[in-house]
């Protein structure tokens, strides 16, 4: 049973303040004995569980726990975030840098592989870490931090006038605080050339209270033209407050996207990806992209096939307008754009 779009979430107590993002970030579940106890779920799961959870660790805000079904170690939501020992598997044609970021870099912190556009790492932390994670194996560490450390990459940006539109993505832009992402916003801004702000986050989904009035205003009132897209990959993830915060974002006059992975044993059904574009555009968010999982070590056990893929999107087309169907692609290296499957 799938819980009513407009639920509202009265679980909370209500003499409580409601807790900022911020404080929504610190109180996420970093351990995975914590994320089996709080769900009800065996602790036999916690050697293996643990062992993966060494390479990437585990992250889970509350408000996504809250989505989740407890005792169910199916559950979707808790599939994209529970380590398990399939991670350690090696795979051939599973490899660190499944999509050839490395040689698309012409700055620090930044990566131009399709023409206009150029995409900045804003930062490697996120609000959630999802197992199947293209970038999980990113050196973040080399990119840059402080404003002045960007100086090289805005440099590269204003000298090249064929950008239109920038890019922020990570990890997960939206994890920079306001004052940080203003800065560097009011910097892009300053460059003639630069007309769209194209903002790429999980935390609309995750952390739906990071989309409060400061963000909105910084949004809406700069010179470029606001485009976010988040990333939801099932039905049971738009619900409560995350509904809540992307209403707020369409309202506000933002084009929001939403880019799902297909991924085995979450969303591999056409009832489901179904339902997962109805909740979007019911809210006013237009589905995207369905990637073709990336093959990035560690995440074999996600992938779909790609003759299923294609079959699950042609019965979607039957079933759906044509805006609420996504387009299904792959990232290839070397490309000037992702790959239609269809
Ligand atoms: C995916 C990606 C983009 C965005 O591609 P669109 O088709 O415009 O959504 C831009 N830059 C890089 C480096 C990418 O990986
Ligand atoms: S939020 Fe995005 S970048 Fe962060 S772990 Fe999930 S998929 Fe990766």
Redesign the pocket.
Known sequence: MIPALDQADHSHDLTQPEPTWHESLAAAIRDPQVLLQRLGLPLTLLPQTTRAAKQFSVMVPESYLQRMQPGDLNDPLLRQVLPLGDELLDVPGFIADA?DDQS?RIAPGL?K??AG?A?MIVTGACAIHCRYCFRRHYPYNEEPRRLEDWQPALDALAADESIHEV?LSGGDPLIVPDRRLSDLIRSLEQIPHLQRLRIHSRLPIVLPNRVGPDLISLLTESRLTPIMVVHANHPHEIQRDCADALRTLVRSGVTTLNQSVLLRGVNDSVDLLQELSERLINLGVIPYYLHQLDRVQGAAHFEVDEAFGLSLIKQLRKRLPAYAVPRYVR?EAGQP??SPLE
Do not use: D, I, Q, T
Request: hydrophobic residues 45%.
């Open positions: 999509v698309a990566l592989k399709y556009r995409l890019l990232e754009h992702k």
